[in-house]
Nanobody
Framework: QVQLVESGGGLVQVGGSLRLSCVAS????????VSWFRQAPGKTRDLVAT??????NYVDSVKDRFTISRGDAKETFYLQMSSLKPEDTAVYYC???????????????WGQGTQVTVAS
């Protein structure tokens, strides 16, 4: 089975930066699209950023502050966050559509989430 694991969350001050990583493991042939979601307490889980077919897209609230990127290894992708605001506080989840060489089909997987807290 494929697993995704996020890392890099933590407590940062307003205006600070943080880089989240997502690493997939398993019998992975390809991952596309790859995405980051976030969910604050009492809120829905919303898309933050995605790369689909090499094209990046962002929710308006993070445009020009966040950057999603793929790593050199196909199993890794990142979310670079800068100019962080209190409203960015949430659990951040990575997700990816994965083609594996066990079942030879595309499936969607989610990480367990990593907490990002932005404090004044």
């Amino acid at each position: 089975q494929v697993q995704l694991v996020e890392s890099g969350g933590g407590l940062v001050q307003v205006g600070g930066s943080l880089r989240l990583s997502c690493v997939a493991s398993g019998r992975i042939v390809s991952m596309d699209p790859v995405s980051w979601f976030r969910q604050a307490p009492g809120k829905t889980r919303d898309l933050v950023a995605t790369i689909n077919g090499g094209r990046a897209n962002y929710v308006d609230s993070v445009k020009d502050r966040f950057t999603i990127s793929r790593g050199d290894a196909k199993e890794t992708f990142y979310l670079q966050m800068s100019s962080l605001k209190p409203e960015d506080t949430a659990v951040y989840y990575c997700t990816a559509s994965v083609l594996d060489d066990e079942f030879h089909r595309w499936k969607n997987y989610w990480g367990q989430g990593t907490q990002v807290t932005v404090a004044s």
